[in-house]
Each structure stands twice: as structure tokens, then as C-alpha cells.
């Protein structure tokens, strides 16, 4: 079956930081191809709180924002199947962007993306993909700002933060049984690695994970950058992550093939692991570097390990 994107809706969210307050103006954009089924029946809607289909709109965030702030529900949506009788996959897509939210991930200001599953808010990641269980999905879109040492570079900066939701046709031979592609090889969504305090955060995305368990028990997980080109490949490569025991801690080593600080070397490791945002697996070091994995396939590995 030819695969047809079937529905997009775009959200700008556009925040403004100021002494004394913030203002978000939402400015939403919904355009549908008009893609003709005979076979069975496509309707898939977006929505906001109120049960209206997604249009242009402007809403004033009237809470201030500001460090060590309670989180903020920016936005919340629904996507509803309907009566759609053909099988769909759904992907949503949160970028924020701007001078608040520059490159090197050094904002202190944090959006999160949270889905409604069995009835509790789970963290799913700023990007996800996904069959439909039920005939409605929610979703809702956080912001929040922790204490940190920069707090002062960022006040009365601006930033963008984009939605993008789109429900595509799929092939379904399964009945729909099987939600998840079979495998492997697998290949990761967004890779971020910041080697040091000071260094930059490089990202890429699409490559291939491998992972198992060496003849100690101990996991191993290795990223392959393929053909790719790109600053990630060029500075980061290959990836590979040797987990080790040391009395009761738990240590994970990074080696990579042409970061200086992540070498045969040069000791980069962590015990320190973040698994709260669903399909995500991030290493977390003291003073700020990281390095964090999106898939779900690893991610359901690496807690089943």
C-alpha cells in the first residue's frame, strides 16, 4: 500500500521573556491534502481543550515565568480518530527555536512533551512516533525553568517553539497487533552528546543501535554514524557504551571515535542514568554533560536488562 500523509497541523508558540512576566502568543495553522479514500474511511482531527478543530488563533500565557517557577501547561491537544477505518501511524513534533533556545542546548528553560497513558501524563520526548491504541490521544505541552548559573543570559530573550502533528496511512497486515516495527536493525531518533562543561551539544538522528549483553552480563551499546556527514560525525562518530560494576555502582563508559574527552584515553563515564522520559536513555554527568539516546527498542532493552 502506497503510504499517503493524510493530515498536518503546524503550532507556532511564540514566547517572549520580560522582567515581571511572559507573554506566549499561539498562532496555529491547519491544512489537510484532501487525500481521497474509497476503500475506508480517514477521519482524523486535531484538537484544542475545547473540542474545536485547530485554526488561527492568539491566547496570552498570563503566568510569569521565571527561574525555580511551578511547570506551566503551555498548550494541550487532542488527536481524535473518529471513524477512520484505515490503519494510521500518528507523529508529533515539538522544536523549539530562537534565541532562548540556541544550539548548544544551554537554555535553562525546559518544554517538555507529554502524552496520556492509562490515564497518568508520561514524558515521551520532543519527537514521537506511533500507532494509535485508542481513538483518542492526548497530549500537552510543558514549560518550566529550573535554577541554573545562566539564568540572567536568558531574561527577555525570545524563542519559537513549533508543533508539527501528522497522521499518515500505513500498512497494517497485522491486524494492528504489532504497534512497533520488528527488527533489527534498529535506528535511534535524536543523539545528544556534550563531552564537557564548557563544550558544545552536537545532535544527529536516524542511526543505527545495537545492543547486548557481553558474556559478564553487562550491556553494551553501540551507534553506527553509516555514510552520514555532518559536525556529529565529524567530531562525535561511531559510539559505543561498555557498562561496568565497581561494588554496588553501576558505571557506563563512552568511547567514541573522535571525541578527544571520550577515548581510550580519556575516561567519560556515568552511573548516573535518566530513563523518566519515555524511549529516552540519558547518561548524565556532574557540571553538565550528558549523553542521551532516543529508542525505544534500546529503551525497553535497557530496563528489561
Do not use: C
Request: no cysteine; proline share 4%.
Amino acid at each position: 500500500m502506497k503510504k499517503k500523509v493524510l493530515l498536518i497541523t503546524f503550532v507556532t508558540i511564540l514566547i517572549v521573556l520580560a522582567t515581571g512576566g511572559t507573554i506566549a502568543y499561539f498562532s496555529k495553522e491547519f491544512s489537510s491534502d484532501n487525500n481521497k479514500i474509497t476503500a475506508a474511511t480517514f477521519d482524523v482531527d486535531v484538537v484544542n481543550s475545547n473540542g474545536t478543530t485547530i485554526g488561527d488563533e492568539e491566547i496570552s500565557l498570563n503566568q510569569k515565568l521565571f527561574p525555580g517557577m511551578e511547570t506551566i501547561e503551555l498548550y494541550n491537544f487532542r488527536i481524535n480518530k473518529n471513524n477512520t477505518e484505515v490503519p494510521v501511524k500518528y507523529f508529533v513534533k515539538v522544536t523549539p527555536s530562537g534565541e532562548l533556545f540556541p544550539a548548544d542546548n544551554s537554555s535553562p528553560v525546559v518544554i517538555t512533551l507529554q502524552q496520556e497513558v492509562n490515564g497518568k501524563w508520561e514524558s515521551v520526548g520532543l519527537h514521537t512516533e506511533f500507532k494509535p491504541k485508542k481513538n483518542i490521544e492526548k497530549f500537552r505541552i510543558l514549560v518550566d525553568w529550573p535554577h541554573s548559573d545562566n539564568d540572567i543570559d536568558f531574561q527577555s530573550l525570545l524563542g519559537n517553539i513549533k508543533l508539527v502533528v501528522n497522521a499518515t496511512q500505513v500498512d497494517d497486515e497485522d491486524g494492528g497487533q504489532n504497534p512497533d516495527p520488528e527488527g533489527p536493525p534498529y535506528f535511534t531518533g535524536e543523539v545528544k552528546f556534550k563531552a564537557t562543561p564548557n563544550g558544545s551539544t552536537r545532535t544527529t538522528s536516524n542511526k543505527e543501535v545495537n545492543f547486548y549483553l557481553d558474556k559478564n552480563g553487562n550491556k553494551i551499546i553501540e551507534i553506527n554514524m553509516g555514510d552520514g556527514k555532518g559536525e556529529f560525525e565529524d567530531k562525535v562518530g561511531n559510539l559505543r557504551i561498555v557498562e561496568s560494576v565497581e561494588g554496588n555502582v553501576h558505571w557506563y563508559r563512552v568511547y567514541s571515535d573522535n571525541e578527544y574527552y571520550a577515548s581510550d584515553s580519556q575516561l567519560w563515564r556515568s552511573n548516573t542514568v535518566d530513563t523518566s522520559v519515555n524511549g529516552v536513555i540519558k547518561f548524565n554527568k556532574t557540571l553538565g554533560p550528558f549523553l542521551s539516546i532516543e529508542s525505544k527498542q534500546l529503551y525497553n532493552w535497557f530496563n528489561s536488562n
